[in-house]
Structures are given as structure tokens and as C-alpha cells.
């Protein structure tokens, strides 16, 4: 997801270039993901902002049964980027915050790492494979998607080993 952006840079403020994302993503798990998405890029005064909708599909475990499934996600950027040089002149840009996103000295916008925090951050907490997942019995471990647990009721298991059940 780079994309040289020296020729946008030379052009004046409002111009636009587009670009179609279709590619896997690694989010940091060693997994990758599938992002697909359109990504605008808009010169502005300082730099280039990006923009645009994504969407992509991970492997996820379920937080109630434990179970694997693909977990869709939608997320869209707009971020801004500043070069580090000048593409007319060469010359150093200014100084630049710790927290600004930067287009390095090649003029070049690497959208992995942007892509990545905001895939993270489109996934849910506690991801479920269904909203109706089941989950699994907390006695037995049973899968309650795939059986019913035979693991009796807590108070059926409390009158047996009081010996008032019979």
C-alpha cells in the first residue's frame, strides 16, 4: 500500500488522485487480512490527505465459544500526510510533530501502518461468531453451538452432594 506521491505533491492544492486497494494486510498476528477499499489522495497546503471507506475480512476467535471464524470489518481513513523534503526544491521540511504521519524522502505514503491501526480498531473487543453464539458450558467445556451440555443445573449438583436429591 505505497503509493509515490511526487507527482501529486508538484500539482496545487485541491488536486486528486485515486486508487483502488485490493490486497492483503498484515495486522501484526501473522495473519493477513484481505483490505479492499477506493483511497483518495487530495494535495493540500502542507501535504497529502487520505482518504477513503475500506472494508476487509480477518480470522477472529469467538469470545463466547472460542471457535475461528472470519470476522468482517468496515473502516474508513482520513488521514494527512507531510513530506519530509520538498519535491521542487529537495530542500528539508520543516520541523515535523512525533505524532504527524510522514511521506519519506522518496516521496512515498505507506498506508500499512495507518491501515492496520484502523482495521484494529474497527474490530470489536469481544468478537462473536454469530450474535446468537452459545458459548461453551463453564462445568464441562461442552461447544453449546454444536450439543447441549449434560452437565446438570448448579442447584440439581448442590442438592446431590447435600444428599437431599434423590
Given at each position: 500500500m505505497k503509493?509515490?506521491?511526487?507527482?501529486?505533491?508538484?500539482q496545487?492544492?485541491?488536486?486528486?488522485?485515486?486508487?483502488?486497494?485490493?490486497?492483503?494486510s498484515?495486522?501484526?498476528d501473522?495473519?493477513?487480512?484481505?483490505?479492499?477499499?477506493?483511497?483518495?489522495?487530495?494535495?493540500?497546503?502542507?501535504?497529502?490527505?487520505?482518504?477513503g471507506?475500506?472494508?476487509?475480512a480477518l480470522?477472529?476467535?469467538?469470545?463466547?465459544?472460542?471457535?475461528?471464524?472470519?470476522?468482517?470489518?468496515?473502516?474508513?481513513?482520513?488521514?494527512?500526510?507531510y513530506?519530509?523534503?520538498?519535491?521542487?526544491t529537495g530542500?528539508?521540511s520543516?520541523?515535523?510533530?512525533?505524532?504527524?504521519?510522514?511521506?519519506?524522502?522518496?516521496?512515498?505514503?505507506?498506508?500499512?501502518?495507518?491501515?492496520?491501526?484502523?482495521?484494529?480498531?474497527?474490530?470489536?473487543?469481544?468478537?462473536?461468531?454469530?450474535?446468537d453464539?452459545a458459548?461453551?458450558?463453564p462445568?464441562?467445556?461442552?461447544?453449546l453451538?454444536?450439543?447441549?451440555?449434560?452437565?446438570?443445573?448448579?442447584?440439581?449438583?448442590?442438592?446431590?452432594?447435600?444428599?437431599?436429591?434423590?
Amino acid at each position: 500500500m505505497k503509493f509515490d506521491v511526487a507527482p501529486l505533491l508538484k500539482q496545487s492544492v485541491g488536486a486528486k488522485h485515486y486508487y483502488f486497494i485490493d490486497e492483503y494486510s498484515d495486522l501484526g498476528d501473522g495473519d493477513l487480512c484481505l483490505i479492499r477499499g477506493e483511497v483518495t489522495l487530495v494535495r493540500i497546503d502542507r501535504g497529502v490527505l487520505v482518504q477513503g471507506p475500506f472494508m476487509g475480512a480477518l480470522k477472529a476467535v469467538c469470545s463466547r465459544c472460542l471457535g475461528m471464524f472470519v470476522y468482517p470489518i468496515t473502516f474508513t481513513i482520513q488521514e494527512e500526510f507531510y513530506p519530509t523534503l520538498d519535491p521542487l526544491t529537495g530542500v528539508q521540511s520543516p520541523t515535523l510533530a512525533a505524532e504527524d504521519l510522514v511521506i519519506d524522502d522518496y516521496h512515498i505514503v505507506d498506508l500499512a501502518e495507518t491501515v492496520r491501526q484502523h482495521a484494529l480498531l474497527a474490530m470489536s473487543p469481544r468478537p462473536l461468531c454469530t450474535p446468537d453464539c452459545a458459548g461453551l458450558c463453564p462445568t464441562c467445556g461442552q461447544d453449546l453451538n454444536v450439543d447441549p451440555c449434560t452437565c446438570l443445573p448448579e442447584e440439581q449438583k448442590e442438592l446431590m452432594t447435600n444428599g437431599t436429591l434423590t
